[in-house]
């Protein structure tokens, strides 16, 4: 597993609310194993699949779910990130 400088999503957020909106406390309680959440590393945006959560530390192992352009990660790489990294929660709704 790489370590990877992930940003700090609820950081950017507050310098610039009108851009994004990060998800809820309440629905990073909520996360499971194999949702999709969406973080940034150098300027680059991307989706990943949680493997494993820690509640406690508020940390995540995920896997790189889609090829990128700016980040030497490959796809279903394993990177570890916290809730803070936090930009998005895929939800599909069936």
Not at 25 to 41: P, S, T, Y
Not at 42 to 64: G, H, P, Q, S
Request: glycine share 2%; aromatic share 10%.
């Amino acid at each position: 597993m790489k370590h990877i400088e992930f940003d700090d999503a609820i950081k950017l957020s507050k310098l610039y609310p009108n851009s994004f909106q990060i998800p809820s406390r309440e629905d990073l309680l909520k996360l499971e194993i194999g949702h999709n959440v969406k973080v940034c590393a150098n300027d680059e945006r991307f989706w990943t699949k949680i493997v494993e959560i820690n509640f406690e530390t508020e940390e995540l192992i995920a896997t790189v779910d889609n090829k990128l352009v700016k980040n030497n990660i490959k796809l279903n790489e394993k990177v570890k990130f916290h809730f803070k990294n936090i930009y998005s929660i895929y939800h599909l709704h069936c």
